[in-house]
């Protein structure tokens, strides 16, 4: 996508390791999402942020899954003690000046698999 | 609250043939509505996006979409299909205020084949 990378495209992990996802998003967005896509399903919603307001949390899953966002900058999707149903593409979003909130520009994704 | 319903997870059309992937949604505030196709093995892409200006929007690669208030309905079509087409697509809500801004709600994909 236009200005958002993502990595690693592929992880594989073992039932209860933790995970960590990361989002290079280009500099000057405006805003950042987190989504996931399990097979066969839609996209979800898991976090997003803006500015230096609080992120909305409201679509992450479990306790075992936080984001962080350094500055405007990376940002890092952590899941702790993944479980096979963590298995997805997470999704890195983000918004830009020119597009202002109406139009996401998406990563490639990183494909988790938990073993 | 938001959510979206896309009638039909696979959709098969001869090349040449008219394209039409229904999507109906669901808002408690104006929404703004989104098509996005996600092409085997690459990122999402923004096809066309509904933001309170003409009910008919045009969108890239020939495809456009109209938004009926009455209807809760924002249907893609594209008048000849290619075999380029082939692909997955969403469409998606989000609200245009209150706790729900930002956010994407997508609807579970509609699978598109073409055929020669």
């Known amino acids: 996508g236009a200005g958002v990378s993502q990595s690693p495209s592929n ?9 960590e996802l990361r989002c ?11 989504y996931r896509q399990r097979l ?10 803006q500015g230096n307001s609080a992120p909305d ?6 306790d075992r899954f936080s984001a962080e966002r350094t500055g405007e900058s990376v940002s890092t ?4 003690r993944t479980q096979q149903e963590d298995s997805a593409v997470y999704l890195c979003a983000i918004t830009n000046g020119t597009s202002g909130l109406h139009e996401q520009f998406f990563g490639p994704g990183t494909r988790l698999t938990v073993l | 609250a938001q959510s979206v319903t896309q009638l039909g997870s696979h959709v098969s059309v001869s090349e040449g043939a008219l394209v039409l992937l229904r999507c109906n949604y669901s808002s408690s505030v104006p929404p703004y509505l ?11 892409q923004l096809l066309l996006k509904y933001t309170s200006a003409a009910t008919l929007v045009k969108g890239i690669n020939g495809f456009e979409a109209e938004f009926k208030k009455s209807e809760t309905s924002f249907h893609l079509t594209k008048p000849s299909a290619h075999m380029s087409d082939a692909a997955e697509y969403f469409c998606a809500v989000r609200g245009a205020g209150g706790t729900s801004y930002g956010k ?3 609807g579970q994909g509609t699978i598109l084949t073409v055929h020669p």
């Open chain 1, 11 to 19: 992880k594989v992990t073992e039932k209860g390791k933790d995970v």
């Open chain 1, 24 to 34: 290079d998003p280009i500099s000057g967005h405006t805003a950042l999402y987190w």
């Open chain 1, 40 to 49: 066969g399903q839609g996209l979800e919603f898991l976090i997003y942020f």
């Open chain 1, 57 to 62: 949390k409201s679509g992450l899953p479990s």
């Open chain 1, 77 to 80: 999707l952590t899941i702790q």
């Open chain 2, 34 to 44: 989104f098509w996005y196709v996600q092409y085997p093995n690459q990122g999402l």
């Open chain 2, 104 to 106: 994407l709600t997508f």
